[in-house]
C-alpha cells in the first residue's frame, strides 16, 4: 500500500534551516508529483510546494526564495530544504501524493520556529 513518511522535523530558531524529508513506497515513485504542505494551529491545511514527476517546482508565495524542493528517484524521496525560517513558518509539515486518484498523506513532522 502507499506509505509516507515524513522526518527532519524539530525546533530551530528564527533565521536557522531545516531539511525535511518524505519517504515513500507502495507505488512507482519516478512516475507521481508529490506536494508538501503545512497546518499552523487554527488554522487550514496550505499547500507549501510541489514537484513533477519530472522535477519541475512551484513553491507558495510566502517560501519562494527560502524552500527548495527536490526529489531522489533512486531512493524515492523528496526533499523540502527550508532556509531563513520564521516564525510563521511554524506548522505540522505532510507530505502528499495522489495516485489513481486518491490522495494519500504521510503522519506529518512539526517545525517549530522560535527564539
Known amino acids: 500500500q502507499v506509505q509516507l513518511v515524513e522526518s527532519g522535523g524539530g525546533l530551530v530558531q528564527p533565521g536557522g534551516s531545516l531539511r525535511l524529508s518524505c519517504a515513500a513506497s507502495?507505488?512507482?515513485?519516478?512516475?507521481?508529483?508529490l506536494s508538501w504542505y503545512r497546518q499552523a494551529p487554527g488554522k487550514e491545511r496550505e499547500l507549501v510546494a510541489f514537484?513533477?514527476?519530472?522535477?519541475?517546482?512551484d513553491y507558495a508565495d510566502s517560501v519562494k526564495g527560502r524552500f527548495t524542493l527536490s526529489r531522489d528517484n533512486t531512493k524515492s524521496s523528496v526533499y523540502l530544504q527550508m532556509n531563513s525560517l520564521k516564525p510563521e513558518d511554524t506548522a505540522v509539515y505532510y507530505c502528499k501524493v495522489v495516485v489513481r486518484l486518491s490522495p494519500y498523506w504521510g503522519q506529518g513532522t512539526q517545525v517549530t520556529v522560535s527564539a
Open positions: 514537484i513533477s514527476a519530472g522535477g519541475n517546482t
Open positions: 507502495g507505488f512507482t515513485f519516478r512516475t507521481y508529483a
